[in-house]
């Protein structure tokens, strides 16, 4: 069976006999050379580096990513339960609009909860006062993009 990869050579030697059939296959050592080079732009700039669960939410490379990564950032209830379950470190979540129902299982899971506007917070604060009253201990985050301005878009 023919392989591809992004470096020819990354699975010359690789028995696809061994392993079931669909499968992912992630090349460690590339993983590793990968996390280095952001563990390094991380310490360079004095700041966190989180690995984006929506991007690469491979949970069976938790332990390593763990190893150089200060976290994850999740977008929503599920990759949060997924983050709490099997990463390490920090949990981030940033959604665009937070379900009130899923929003006191995410600020129980989170260490830091990111709204989209200052009136989104408010519309959440009765459920952010309640989560903080029972001694959940988490950030409140405000996303900034300042080169796009934003409109009133009451869903948000």
């Not at 938790?62 to 994850?72: H, Q, T």
Request: charged share 25%; glycine share 6%.
């Amino acid at each position: 069976m023919e392989t591809r990869a992004g470096d020819p050579g990354a699975f010359a030697n690789f028995d696809l006999t061994r392993v079931d059939s669909p499968s992912f296959v992630v090349d460690a050592a590339k993983l590793r050379d990968n996390l280095r080079i952001l563990a390094d732009v991380r310490d360079r700039a004095g700041i966190k580096m989180l690995s984006a669960l929506k991007a690469f939410s491979m949970w069976s490379t938790a332990p390593i990513i763990g190893e150089y990564l200060d976290g994850v950032c999740t977008s929503g209830l599920w990759e949060a339960r997924l983050a709490s379950e099997f990463y390490d470190g920090e949990i981030a979540t940033y959604c665009a609009a937070y379900k009130p129902d899923d929003l006191d299982e995410i600020l129980r899971l989170s260490d830091h909860v990111i709204f989209n506007s200052p009136q989104q917070i408010e519309r959440c604060s009765a459920i952010i006062a309640a989560a903080r009253a029972r001694g959940e201990d988490f950030d409140i985050g405000l996303r900034i993009n300042p080169m796009h301005p934003e409109g009133e878009v009451p869903r948000y």
